[in-house]
């Protein structure tokens, strides 16, 4: 089966800018999490969607928001970029019962 | 939440079995140990998860002892493509993955 699809895959803005980054999840799966990974904190915690509800949020400004769709399809989006947004975004799809997730290949945002 | 502590980094060579060790001290009852394997510019990708004992796939083996209160994920006869950041998370069995905490992991370099 399809695994999940993230897009785009890079994406280049300017500060001050905002961004939307797309993630499908494996058909089936109802949990949608986004990731932020940089060199220097590893992979952060941004949120949590299942069934269009954000059910966990992690810690990072309003900046950062996102929403998921009916048919499970996630978007998050940062506003007023900011140099230090520059890094990997990831997205993970997941069954709500256990603890095995599905990630995607990323986007990698940079902000000049 | 229960937090992990990994080493920050371990060397091998190719046909050698490694072994990476995790801490848990304060993991619950309910809590079950998931290791997943990232490679640079990718999403992590599930390994193997336990909740006693010994658990064994195709890829790793995971040893829990009778205190859980650390694990160690072994792969056998390593080889240059099993160089990759490896994550030991700790999280109940209905825990998505917002619940859980990546940490930084392991950092494993093999050498031919």
């Known amino acids: 089966k399809a695994g999940v699809t993230q897009t785009p895959r890079y994406l280049i803005k300017t500060r001050g800018q905002q961004v939307t980054l797309s993630c499908s999840p494996i058909s089936g799966h109802r949990s949608v999490s986004w990731y932020q990974q940089t060199p220097g904190q590893g992979l952060q915690f941004l949120f949590e969607y299942f069934s269009e509800t954000q059910r966990n949020k992690g810690n990072f400004p309003g900046r950062f928001s996102g929403r998921q769709f009916s048919n499970s399809r996630s978007e998050m989006n940062v506003s007023t970029l900011e140099l230090g947004d520059s890094a990997l975004y990831l997205c993970a799809s997941s069954r709500q019962e256990n603890t095995e997730a599905f990630f995607g290949q990323g986007t990698r945002l940079t902000v000049v | 939440l229960a937090k992990t502590t990994q080493p920050i980094s371990m060397d091998s060579y190719e046909g050698q079995e490694v072994n990476i060790t995790c801490s848990h001290n304060?993991?619950?009852?309910?809590?079950?140990i998931t290791w997943y394997q990232q490679f640079p510019s990718q999403g992590p990708r599930f390994i193997i998860q336990g909740y006693k004992t010994k658990v064994t796939n195709e890829v790793a083996s995971l040893f829990i002892p009778a205190d859980r209160k650390s694990s160690t994920l072994s792969l056998p006869r390593v080889s240059l493509s099993d160089t990759a950041v490896y994550y030991c998370l700790v999280g109940d069995e209905g825990s998505t993955l917002g619940r859980l905490y990546f940490g930084r992991g392991t950092q494993l370099t093999v050498w031919p």
């Open positions: 304060n993991i619950a009852t309910n809590d079950y």
